[in-house]
């Protein structure tokens, strides 16, 4: 007997089989996400309160120009013209925001939460067209490489405000003095979590030995590739940690400068 | 336990297409999805179509979607599953159905012949033997655990919504592709098939094939994501380029 197959219909919009509450994970991609961009995006515009005393927000560094000490080359400068929105965040945030934009985990995340492709796995689609990556415009996410270079760049950078955090000036004698403040704590933690998050990305897995197939035949290779290798195991918890630390950074000095939180000392 | 359940099954009809017909059953502790429908099977109807081999997990004939997600049947215990409401069991819906819960997978053999064949270098020693190192060897054998129960396939959108049989070949054989590709004593170059006819970049990197897969193969982030970047490489990143040409 001839067995002619047949093709079941493809499911619509969010039909599907499950009864686990599979639309939970994507919704909280949706709002966690939403709720960063939102909010970095009103604290890149308000160009204040982002200093207090040696910290300095990691939403705000490198301050290339800028109104407080911590400007490498002092206020803006006369050529930007006056009707151009200013604030040294806007300057510097696009890298860190489209490396994280083009991470292979954010990517996966948010073509489910924002885009619906698909809305959860076994979840019937919005659209019937379907290009991937492998066309323009989704090809352009492998610039994520470079992306990852500038990201490695930024992490010595933060780990030198690390440094300056532990310098306090004494407000009565204006000597300087070590210390640590819980500002200091958090700007340290926001430098691990973001290593760990950078140094466990896939290009960088890939670069420092993924690229051989013999990797023990290079032997710095073959540590760095164990070493990213265990990052990456726990890249997306390492893409939330961070993603919540440089907001928490943000809005601890933010909220220092505006006199409604103190910064305890540890000494 | 010794409880009444209700399971939907998918039941094709001879004119095409298909609907589920409910079955009311006694359940016992320690059954699986497969027993009970053998035991439908035996005792309601005989001419149900389900293909399995092995019931341990390890032959990958018996994949379904039960409750809408895509598992080995004789894997799914009933304890795991909510018996107060109806379980449904239906084919895997990236493949064509031949009967009931049989699907037509034979695609897949047709896929894994056009794939580039293991070419392994010359001998390293003169008794035409090789020397490779553990952990190379170790990146390689986690691939090697998949059955080809194709729960990966069913599962990826490209296939399953997209349909994209013609473009794409599915993370069953990305997983393949990486077998071989960085099989440490391997010399074929498998990159110009696997951007082009293979399709790696309608892969959106969604993970639901790494979710399903009965042998925990990473598929995605051990196997498709380090093909993807060997393409990059190679393909869309001017740097590397520019310095294999002075290198
Ligand atoms: S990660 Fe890629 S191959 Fe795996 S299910 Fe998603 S789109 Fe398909
Ligand atoms: S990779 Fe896993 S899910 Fe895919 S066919 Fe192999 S064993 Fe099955
Ligand atoms: S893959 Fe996530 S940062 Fe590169
Ligand atoms: S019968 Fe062999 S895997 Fe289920």
Redesign the interface.
């Known amino acids: 007997m001839e067995v002619i197959p047949v093709r079941l219909e493809s499911r619509g919009f969010g039909e599907t089989e499950r009864r686990d509450m599979w639309w939970s994970t994507p919704l909280v991609v949706l709002i966690g996400l939403s709720l960063f961009v939102v909010y970095a995006t009103w604290a890149a515009f308000q160009n204040a309160h982002y200093t207090y005393g040696p910290y300095l927000s990691p939403f705000y560094a490198p301050e290339i120009f800028g109104d407080s000490p911590h400007a490498w080359f002092g206020p803006k400068p006369g050529w930007i013209p006056a009707w151009v929105p200013f604030s040294p965040a806007l300057l510097i945030l696009p890298f860190p925001g489209l490396f994280r934009f083009t991470c292979y985990y954010y990517r996966g995340a948010y073509y489910k939460a924002f885009w619906g492709d698909p809305p959860a796995c076994a979840v019937g689609e919005p659209r019937n067209a379907y290009r991937g990556e492998q066309s323009f415009p989704l090809i352009l996410q492998n610039v994520h490489r470079y992306f990852m270079w500038i990201a490695v760049g930024f992490l010595f950078l933060l780990s030198y405000d690390v440094w300056l955090a532990i310098w306090f000036t004494d407000p009565t004698t204006g000597a300087t003095q070590l210390g640590v403040g819980l500002g200091t704590i958090l700007l340290a933690v926001n430098v691990v979590l973001l290593s760990c998050y950078t140094l466990g990305c896939h290009v960088m897995r890939h670069i420092v030995g993924g690229v051989h197939d013999e990797v023990s035949k290079h032997p710095l290779c073959d540590r760095a590739y164990a070493c990213s290798t265990a990052l990456n195991y726990k890249h997306q918890l390492f893409a939330w940690g961070s993603l919540f630390s440089v907001a928490f950074a943000d809005i601890y000095i933010r909220l220092c400068s505006m006199g409604i939180w103190t910064d305890p000392r540890v000494f | 336990m010794n409880s009444d359940a209700t399971f939907k099954i998918w039941r094709?009809h001879p004119e095409?297409?298909?609907t589920y017909q409910d079955f009311h059953t006694q359940v016992s502790e320690g059954m699986v999805v497969l027993d009970v429908v053998h035991r439908i099977q035996a005792e309601q109807a005989p001419d149900l179509a389900v293909r399995w081999n092995c019931k341990a997990g390890k032959c990958g004939s018996c994949s379904a979607?039960i409750?809408?997600?895509?598992r080995l049947m004789c894997m799914t215990r009933l304890d795991e599953l909510?018996l107060w409401?109806p379980v449904?069991v239906?084919?895997m819906?990236a493949?064509?159905?031949?009967?009931d819960l049989v699907?037509?997978v034979s695609w897949n053999y047709r896929v894994k012949t056009q794939i580039q064949k293991f070419q392994p270098r010359h001998a390293d020693a003169p008794d035409g033997t090789w020397r490779?190192?553990q952990?190379?060897v170790d990146?390689v054998q986690e691939f090697r655990k998949c059955i080809e129960c194709f729960l990966c396939q069913d599962?990826c959108?490209?296939l399953?919504?997209?349909?994209?049989h013609e473009?794409f070949i599915g993370p069953r054989f990305f997983v393949y592709n990486a077998a071989l590709?960085?099989?440490?004593l391997?010399t074929a170059d498998r990159l110009p098939a696997l951007k082009d006819d293979n399709?790696?970049?309608?892969?959106?990197?969604?993970?639901?094939c790494t979710?399903?897969c009965p042998e925990h193969i990473h598929i995605?982030?051990n196997a498709i994501?380090?093909l993807k970047?060997?393409v990059?490489?190679r393909y869309?990143?001017p740097?590397s380029r520019l310095l294999r040409m002075f290198g």
Request: contains cysteine; charged residues 35%.
């Open positions: 094709t095409g297409g298909g979607e409750n809408g997600n895509p909510n409401e449904t239906e084919p819906r493949f064509p159905s031949i009967k699907t037509d490779m190192a952990r190379d990146r599962v959108h490209v399953r919504d997209h349909h994209k473009e590709e960085m099989h440490p391997d399709g790696i970049g309608f892969c959106n990197i969604t993970k639901c979710k399903v995605t982030d994501i380090p970047e060997r990059v490489s869309y990143d740097v």
